[in-house]
């Protein structure tokens, strides 16, 4: 039986990721769940679409993705589940989905107009990831087709929520901290794809930082730039912080310097 997974903004201090999972179990009580975090800063797009597409190529395929990082709950936006190259993804058209569809594109989509597979006809305006995308992705995950839970979407029509755009320019690669994570790593939106075989290092203000190949090449406290398990660079604190070291925000430029 395919996998479901979970990736909300809820936080666990409240009992909201513990009734998503209740609706789940109402559908199959069997299916396995996979918590991916449920620590998403509240409201963050980019950190939600970051985390996802860091997590979908270490699960099987037809695994389903539920994420609900959800600002505009109730409102305009769409609710809508996606079967691409791996699995499924279920949640809202926000753009959350953006990093895993540039990397495994998608092959169709539907809005999920069907209320027999919602956890009630009258969903909660507030609380659709309880009443629509936990159930909606607990019935993929059993089995049911993607046009079983909704109504066709054009692809095209899809929210996308881009990266900034890297530029090369003189030896430069300048691009910016796209996401933050628990340790205080910077990671960046430059991918190792683009640095293969180049030597290089980053110049962050006034900092020229080093590359190594692991944290713990650099003296203990000591900042250090390399390409992270994530497949992007980073740059890091051996036993540190860099956000407490650098004081920088997600959205700060940096340079790569190419040698």
């Known amino acids: 039986m395919p ?9 666990l201090q409240d009992v909201y990721v513990g009734v998503v999972k209740g609706a789940i179990a109402h559908v199959n009580p069997a299916l396995k ?4 975090t449920h620590q998403i800063p509240p409201q963050d797009l980019m950190a939600a679409r970051f985390n996802l597409l860091s997590a979908v190529p270490y699960f099987p395929e037809r695994t389903v993705h539920v994420a609900i990082v959800d600002p505009g709950v109730g409102g305009s936006r769409q609710a809508i589940a996606i079967q691409f190259q791996r699995g499924f993804l279920v949640g809202p058209d926000n753009g959350i989905f953006s990093g895993v569809l540039d990397r495994y594109p998608a092959i169709e989509a539907v809005e999920l107009t069907l209320p027999q ?13 309880r009443d629509i995308f936990a159930t909606v992705g607990a019935h ?3 089995g049911a087709l993607l046009r079983d839970v909704g109504d066709p979407i054009a692809l095209e029509t899809l929210v996308e929520l881009p990266l900034p755009a890297c530029e090369t320019q003189d030896g430069m690669i300048t691009g910016n901290v796209q996401y933050i994570d628990h340790f205080g790593n910077l ?23 080093p590359r190594k190949e692991t944290y713990a090449d650099a003296p203990l406290g000591s900042l250090v730039c390399l390409i992270g398990s994530h497949g992007w660079v980073e740059i890091a604190v051996n036993g540190g912080s860099a956000q407490a070291q650098l004081q920088v925000t997600v959205g700060h430029p940096l340079q790569v310097k190419l040698d």
């Open 33 to 36: 769940v996979i918590d991916l």
């Open 187 to 209: 990671i960046t939106n430059i991918s190792a794809e683009v640095l293969a075989g180049i030597r290089w290092s980053v110049e962050l203000g006034f900092d020229t930082i």
């Open 140 to 142: 993929l995950a059993s």
């Open 117 to 129: 597979y919602w956890r009630t006809p009258k969903p909660s305006r507030t609380f659709q990831g």
């Open 3 to 11: 996998l479901l997974t979970l990736l909300t903004d809820f936080g």
